[in-house]
C-alpha cells in the first residue's frame, strides 16, 4: 500500500460519500458477507461526481501507461458496458483528450439488439480491428466485465485492458482466488487497474482519523482481504 492517497483519490471518496456512493457502516453483499463499507457506482450521477470519476479514471490510465514492468498499452476505444458504463465511457475519452492529448474512441452495447436504423447490439467507435480498454464500476464475481470482454471479442476488438473504479481486494468463496487474476489471465497480465482499493479506502480513514471505521475495515480484510 502506498503511503499517501492520490489528490484524485481522495476527492472521488469525499464526493461518492457525499451523494451516498460510498458509504461505511455494516451492510450484507450478495456473498453473504457482512462489510463494513457499499460501494454503489449507480448514484455518481451529478456533473462535479462524474467530472471527479473522469478525472480519476484519466489519471488512473495515463499512469498504467507509464508502468515500467507492465505498462498499460496504447489503445484506440474506451468501451463502457450498458448502463453504468456509459457515461464513464464518454466523460474519460472527453477528459483523456483535453487534459493529457490522448485522442481515443468510446464506444458502448445496448441490452437488446436493436433491428432497425444502424441496428446491431454496439454502439459508437466500431471496436472491429481495434484495442480496447473497458471501464468498470466494482468487478464481484467478474461476470459483468467477462461478458463485456467476450462482447468486444466477437465484435473483431482486442481487449488490452480493463480499469475499475474499485477494487474490493477480496478473496472468492473459496477462500483463494481472485476474480482480478482470473480476469488478467484473459486481458494480460497487470492489465486490470483499479482508481481505488480497499488499501486505500483503509489509509484514507486512517489520514482522516476515522478511527471506528478504520477498525472495521481492518477486521473485514483479516478475514477476506486478499494477501
Not at 492520490?6 to 451516498?20: A, F, N, P, T
Not at 454496439?122 to 464481484?140: E, N, Y
Not at 483463494?176 to 484473459?186: L, M, Q, R
Request: glycine residues 12%.
Amino acid at each position: 500500500m502506498s503511503s499517501m492517497v492520490e489528490s484524485y483519490q481522495s476527492e472521488l471518496i469525499k464526493q461518492s460519500m457525499s451523494v451516498g456512493a460510498l458509504k461505511f457502516g455494516s451492510f450484507t453483499l450478495k456473498s453473504g458477507r457482512i462489510s463494513p463499507y457499499f460501494f454503489n457506482a449507480g448514484l455518481l450521477c451529478t456533473g462535479p461526481i462524474l467530472a471527479t470519476l473522469s478525472n480519476a479514471f484519466a489519471a488512473t490510465i495515463v499512469e498504467a501507461q507509464k508502468d515500467s514492468k507492465h505498462p498499460l498499452p496504447e489503445f484506440d476505444v474506451l468501451f463502457g458496458p450498458a448502463y453504468k458504463g456509459i457515461p464513464f465511457a464518454a466523460a474519460t475519452a472527453l477528459v483523456l483528450y483535453t487534459q493529457h492529448g490522448i485522442s481515443v474512441g468510446f464506444g458502448y452495447d445496448r441490452k437488446e439488439v436493436k433491428d432497425h436504423g444502424e441496428g446491431g447490439q454496439m454502439v459508437g467507435v466500431p471496436v472491429a480491428g481495434r484495442r480496447v480498454v473497458i471501464l468498470d464500476d466494482v468487478m464481484t464475481s467478474g461476470k459483468a466485465v467477462r461478458g463485456a470482454i467476450e462482447m468486444v471479442q466477437a465484435q473483431g476488438g482486442e481487449v488490452v485492458g480493463v480499469v475499475q473504479a474499485l477494487d474490493r481486494q477480496e478473496v472468492g468463496q473459496d477462500g483463494k482466488s481472485s476474480t482480478v487474476a482470473e480476469v488478467e489471465g484473459v486481458v494480460g497480465v497487470n492489465r486490470v487497474k483499479s482508481v481505488l482499493r480497499m488499501k486505500d479506502l483503509m489509509l484514507w480513514l486512517e489520514t482522516n482519523g476515522q478511527d471506528e471505521q478504520l477498525q472495521a475495515m481492518k477486521q473485514y480484510w483479516d478475514k477476506y482481504g486478499l494477501k
